[in-house]
């Protein structure tokens, strides 16, 4: 099932997870085009990419809030999902920063997740990943 994304909250917190060590790679700008897509099924235009991620880095903190609303809107499975892709930018670039996996963690806090629940979820990704 596909996310509905009217206001672009599904990819500022995307984008959020270019910016835990302050260099957006291509490679993850790529992995968010990617990720949202499968989740919404609309491919993010380059200038709405280009303005949300110049806002994220005017204000680091803005996704925050959305992560909130989003956790309130979405069940359970929509929040693994978004978690998941947000996983999938982090890795983009072969490999998760201790500042990506306390951004996950307060991506998967918002979305109302426990720790327990976010950890299993990261260990079971981070095995896809090494498989």
Known sequence: ????????????????????????????????????????????????????????????????????ALGERFGDDDKARLLTAAFEVAVADGFVLDEEDKLLATLAAALGLNEASYRKTIEKLVASVQG
């Not at 099932?1 to 957006?24: H, K, N, Q």
């Not at 990419?49 to 903190?61: N, W």
Request: hydrophobic residues 45%; without cysteine.
């Open 1 to 68: 099932m596909l996310l509905r994304d009217d206001d672009g909250e599904v990819l500022r917190v995307l984008l959020a997870m270019t910016r835990a060590d302050d260099d957006v790679d291509p490679d993850e700008l790529e992995s968010v085009r990617t990720a949202y897509k499968r989740l919404t099924g609309a491919v993010p235009v380059p200038a709405h990419v280009e303005r949300e991620t110049a806002a994220l880095r005017a204000d680091e903190g803005a996704w925050l809030p959305i992560a909130h």
